[in-house]
């Protein structure tokens, strides 16, 4: 069915002739949204991609623009912004719907006609300004971030690992599309939704690879591996869960909170800078942790010194401490973060920002977006030269799954003649087991420690052994 059809036989009500210039911008825009949603509701994909190439694309090819109906006819030949956020919208009207119907491979469809058409459109000449102008703008939106953005919802689960090394990081750079408000409502909601899926399948992907891994009886290919860290990814994982238990981070996390909830502000940034460095072994990293976030926090917001910390001024805090930590301005890496990696800690690294949001967790979408910005910043080097940047994204993406997700894990001694006392735990005596936490299936999140959050979870435990935390005293910050 074509777009000339359908202004008969609903009367023009869903679009506008060239020749008519009253109809108000606005209106002519959600009635074509309207009318998207209905059909990719009610028609086949292939009938929707038919007539959203017939709107955009195919009425371009006309000699004369006025003598076919057109979507342009909406638009004044300056207004290329506007035009550029109602395809937008459009575009994610339709990949919302077809995700939910799990069409995935109509949305890679819907992404490449806006290909096969610049390719026709270099080689092409007309000699109508008003479709030059329009041809213009539809090749602009091929070459903008825009187009990129879009891409990411034809990326799907499989080809991840193919392409740019970037890929595997999608899910990041999709949060920092739901979170940019200049977006259309749909995108950021596609955007949400895709992400959250790629999250899920990666924790689920990574229990079930640690589960096959340590089974004798298991197919080695069944489950593969979600990290690019090779085997040693195990050992990576043991060392990380070990720390859970009565001093683990969560703990000591709560405990913060509960010392900190009525300090001053000036205080809190004190307390705060010994909460991060609390229980970091290597004191070379310590020393350059401590004079940085004293240099950055000390003299931060002296105005709100003595007022008493509330939710407002600890998300800030945090997200002034991510920014130290990653990057400070959105557009390059910080110079701690360059610092920090380049003496070799990412794991240390990870753990200081786990640590600032288990005590604020809405913190957490200003840290995924600063790892997005991080990535879009690396994406122009070739993967060799990012090995560094690479690992500690990997690393990231490991212990956030385990740390702060819906998921339990616990380290459990499988040798029962062995000392857990002893300072140095060999991890070969040790398996690692993953199950859901009992609050999450309640409540259908991920459930972080947060501010007034105070206590531990109710967790379904796999065994009394699980817990070999750290041992020493927990002090005050």
């Known amino acids: 069915m074509t777009a000339n059809r359908l202004q008969k036989s609903q009367g023009n009500k869903h679009f506008v002739k060239s020749n008519s210039r009253q109809i108000n911008l606005q209106t002519a825009q959600e009635r074509t949204y309207n009318f998207l949603v209905e059909i990719v509701q009610k028609w086949s994909p292939e009938d929707v991609l038919k007539e959203f190439k017939l709107l955009f694309i195919d009425c371009l090819d006309s000699v004369d623009l006025n003598s076919a109906p057109s979507i342009y006819a909406m638009f004044s030949e300056n207004n290329e912004q506007e035009f550029r956020h109602t395809l937008k919208r459009c575009c994610y009207i339709i990949v919302n719907n077809w995700d939910s119907q799990r069409k995935h491979k109509y949305i890679k469809e819907l992404v490449e006609l806006f290909v096969n058409y610049k390719i026709k459109v270099w080689t092409a000449e007309s000699g109508s300004n008003k479709i030059n102008i329009y041809q213009k703008w539809l090749i602009n939106f091929v070459n903008s971030n825009d187009y990129e953005e879009l891409k990411l919802f034809a990326l799907r689960h499989k080809e991840q690992n193919k392409g740019h090394w970037t890929n595997r990081y999608t899910t990041y750079l999709l949060v920092a599309q739901s979170f940019d408000k200049n977006n259309p409502k749909e995108q950021q909601e596609a955007a949400l939704k895709l992400s959250k899926q790629m999250k899920d399948k990666f924790k689920f992907e990574l229990a079930m690879y640690i589960a096959r891994s340590q089974s004798a009886k298991?197919?080695?290919?069944?489950?593969?591996?979600?990290?690019?860290?090779?085997?040693?990814?195990?050992?990576?994982?043991?060392?990380?869960?070990?720390?859970?238990?009565?001093?683990?981070?969560?703990?000591?996390?709560?405990?913060?909170?509960?010392?900190?909830?009525?300090?001053?502000?000036?205080?809190?940034?004190?307390?705060?800078?010994?909460?991060?460095?609390?229980?970091?072994?290597?004191?070379?990293?310590?020393?350059?942790?401590?004079?940085?976030?004293?240099?950055?926090?000390?003299?931060?917001?002296?105005?709100?010194?003595?007022?008493?910390?509330?939710?407002?001024?600890?998300?800030?805090?945090?997200?002034?401490?991510?920014?130290?930590?990653?990057?400070?301005?959105?557009?390059?890496?910080?110079?701690?973060?360059?610092?920090?990696?380049?003496?070799?800690?990412?794991?240390?690294?990870?753990?200081?920002?786990?640590?600032?949001?288990?005590?604020?967790?809405?913190?957490?979408?200003?840290?995924?977006?600063?790892?997005?910005?991080?990535?879009?910043?690396?994406?122009?080097?070739?993967?060799?030269?990012?090995?560094?940047?690479?690992?500690?994204?990997?690393?990231?993406?490991?212990?956030?799954?385990?740390?702060?997700?819906?998921?339990?894990?616990?380290?459990?001694?499988?040798?029962?003649?062995?000392?857990?006392?002893?300072?140095?735990?060999?991890?070969?005596?040790?398996?690692?087991?993953?199950?859901?936490?009992?609050?999450?299936?309640?409540?259908?999140?991920?459930?972080?420690?947060?501010?007034?959050?105070?206590?531990?979870?109710?967790?379904?435990?796999?065994?009394?052994?699980?817990?070999?935390?750290?041992?020493?005293?927990?002090?005050?910050?």
């Open 218 to 477: 298991s197919s080695e290919t069944r489950y593969r591996n979600p990290t690019i860290l090779g085997d040693n990814v195990l050992h990576l994982i043991k060392t990380i869960v070990l720390k859970k238990g009565a001093f683990s981070h969560e703990n000591l996390a709560n405990i913060f909170l509960r010392q900190t909830q009525n300090q001053s502000f000036k205080d809190f940034k004190d307390s705060l800078q010994k909460y991060l460095i609390f229980s970091v072994e290597r004191q070379d990293f310590v020393e350059t942790l401590k004079q940085q976030l004293s240099d950055k926090l000390s003299p931060w917001k002296k105005e709100y010194d003595e007022q008493t910390i509330s939710k407002e001024l600890l998300l800030r805090t945090c997200n002034r401490v991510i920014d130290c930590l990653t990057t400070e301005k959105g557009r390059e890496p910080s110079q701690l973060f360059v610092l920090l990696l380049s003496q070799g800690h990412p794991l240390t690294l990870v753990v200081v920002l786990l640590k600032v949001i288990l005590i604020c967790k809405n913190a957490r979408s200003h840290l995924e977006i600063r790892m997005a910005d991080l990535i879009g910043y690396y994406d122009k080097y070739p993967e060799e030269e990012c090995q560094w940047v690479i690992n500690f994204i990997e690393i990231f993406n490991i212990t956030f799954a385990i740390y702060a997700e819906n998921v339990e894990y616990n380290l459990i001694n499988i040798k029962q003649d062995e000392q857990t006392s002893q300072p140095m735990v060999n991890l070969d005596g040790y398996r690692v087991f993953s199950q859901l936490k009992v609050d999450a299936l309640q409540r259908g999140d991920g459930g972080m420690g947060g501010w007034g959050d105070g206590g531990d979870r109710e967790t379904r435990r796999q065994g009394d052994k699980g817990d070999k935390g750290d041992k020493g005293d927990k002090g005050d910050f």
